[in-house]
Structures are given as structure tokens and as C-alpha cells.
């Protein structure tokens, strides 16, 4: 399954990039560059969906990017998680 959760980026002052996702309480992934942050939260996101499935929690909805307020120097990507509902299973 997918899941499609916008998350919000920013350089920060040493040149690297740091992320969080609005809508996943404490998700949040760090990169040398912008393609090493998204692919570092696509990683972060994974494991808080994770844990959310294996605890029965439900995941939180989506937030839509066109209603998230942005500070000067932000930018939002949604980022994609595939989550596999059961390992070992082959398509």
C-alpha cells in the first residue's frame, strides 16, 4: 500500500537540509542535499508507519500541502511510502 504524506524542508545554516512531516508527529530525516533529506524521510516515514501498524494505532490523515504554512525558505515535497502489509508475501 502507499501512503503519500507532505513534508516540509529547509537548508539549514551548515548547508545541510533538515525535514519533518506536519501530519506524522516526530518524523523527521536530515541530508547532506535536498535528494539525501527526501530520500532519508522517505526511510523516517516508513519506520513511524511501521510502528504505528504493528501498535494498531491509526494513521493520522493527510495533510493537503495548499493548506500548510510555510516559512521563508521552506518547501514542501510529498514523499511516498510503500508499506508491505505482508513480508514474505510475493506478488
Known amino acids: 500500500m502507499k501512503f503519500i504524506y507532505p513534508a516540509i524542508f529547509k537548508k539549514a545554516e551548515n548547508g545541510t537540509y533538515v525535514g519533518y512531516?506536519?501530519?506524522?508527529e516526530g518524523c523527521t530525516a536530515r541530508g547532506e542535499t535536498l535528494?539525501?533529506?527526501i530520500e532519508n524521510a522517505n526511510e523516517s516515514a516508513a519506520t513511524?508507519?511501521?510502528i504505528d501498524m504493528e501498535e494498531n494505532i491509526p494513521l493520522p490523515p493527510v495533510?493537503?500541502?495548499r493548506d500548510l504554512t510555510l516559512e521563508e525558505g521552506e518547501l514542501i515535497r510529498n514523499i511516498c511510502i510503500n508499506y508491505?502489509?505482508?513480508d514474505g508475501w510475493d506478488e
Not at 512531516?21 to 506524522?24: W, Y
Open 63 to 65: 495533510s493537503d500541502p
Open 84 to 86: 508491505r502489509f505482508n
Open 21 to 24: 512531516f506536519p501530519d506524522l
Open 35 to 37: 535528494d539525501d533529506a
Open 48 to 50: 513511524w508507519i511501521d
